[in-house]
């Protein structure tokens, strides 16, 4: 059995929607593996009046899927407590306090807390702060603060939010998510590359072609545009998801695989990209946002609830990322996510050189392929490898197939959720699968540089239609440098 990690959670926004549909399942699912079981504590605050009952139905309410023994989501929700809460009155973290002194002696939790921000971001700021100065930092067990994205707008404001709350938390108090560094396919990256010698030699400048990274939506933005209006898909996929896959794939070995030289190899990492100049952002991003359907069936972007019927902002972003250090010199990173696209599907796509001599005089070499090694992260798991060969029969002729490797059913049944793992590495202290100062502050630099320029010029939206792989600039994109993507739905 595993050693249980006593601790309370105080769940900032616990009424919300992020709270009740992501946190409270992981935590269910820690509870039931005994990573926490009887020694821990939840208080979710809200501005709202509620009492613990009405708060430990809600809780229950967002379990019922997940488990029918109701015995025990009844045992586990006895352990949460709510407290109303306006986070700008001291008056109520001094409430705060006195309940979560109460519950350390109830459960026994050896005065560990996890403070989780999931609330607006322009509050996180304001909680640190009390934290601090209403003393709800113990003295003997820890402190670790969890902030949910976005992290930041700009470079500007990111600083600004991380000035505030580094007042309260040292860096190795902050856990900064990004939810898919929780994915098992995205864990996996450095296994995969790290542990094989056959991937690790060829991993490089040398062999790659080039890089492709899809984190294609079906879903559009729905009933999120108050803020998605405000975000766009650079800020809410690029500088965040999109760059830690890219981190995975491209960060020089670590010694070993501690938090502490993992981040040290990515911040190096970061540390070479190649800044674009503004002059520079129309070659290598474009931008798009969905219109209706073919059918007409969906409504395009600008009609979505809360989204300004003349907006700007961009649903699709497609680049090309390049680094300036030995080891990928020269190599494009073409990345691109959207929304409304033709399927869900994450995956990376890694096109090798067809750097070959063809010795077979009988076979023809415009026939010959290059090698493509795919990572499908999700909504299946697995590996594909496309390589040259020949076909049955007496024919000495080329063929190309494709080695498969995928999950089953019942293996993806198991994988934990992104948020079950994070919160096991709160709980143990391990920050390899978060982000670090470090590395927000150089993605942000290099995202502000685009967004600059997309802020200064209008394009004419919407410029792709639903259900389609977004608009063809995107494709331009490749063909300028006689690539072009190799997932096409
Ligand atoms: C979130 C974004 O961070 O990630 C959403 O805010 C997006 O807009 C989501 O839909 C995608 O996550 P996943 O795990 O469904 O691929």
Known sequence: MKQENPALFIIFG???????RKLYPALFNLYRNNYINKKFAVIGTARRDWSDDFFRDTVKESLKKFCEDEKMVQEFSSHFYYQSHDVNDSQHYITLKKLAQSLNDKYELEENRVYYMAIAPSLFGTVAGHIKSENLITDN??????????????????????????????????????????????????????????????????????VQITLAESLGVEERGGYYDGAGALRDMVQNHVMQILAQLTMEKPEEFTSQKVHQSKKELFASLK???SDEVDKNFVRGQYGVNLNQTQISYREGPNINPESQTETYVAGKIMFDNDTFRGVPFYVRTGKRLPEKSTRIDIVFKKDIKNIFTSLNESEIKENIFSIIIEPDQGYELLMNGTKVGMDFATDTFSMNFKRSAKELDKVPEAYERLMVNILDGDHTNFTHWDELSSTWKYIDVIRQKWDEEKEDFPNYRSGTFGPKKADDLLARDGNQWVFRG
């Open 275 to 277: 800044m674009l100049s």
């Open 14 to 20: 616990g009424s919300g929607d992020l709270a009740h």
């Open 141 to 210: 067990g820890f402190n670790r603060l969890v902030i949910e994205k976005p992290f930041g707008h700009d470079f500007k404001s990111a600083k600004k939010l991380n000035d505030e709350i580094s007042q309260t938390f040292d860096e190795e108090q902050i856990y900064r998510i990004d939810h898919y560094l929780g994915k098992e396919m995205v864990q996996n990256i450095p296994v995969l590359r790290f542990n094989n010698p056959v991937f690790n030699t060829i991993w490089n400048k040398d062999y790659i072609s080039n």
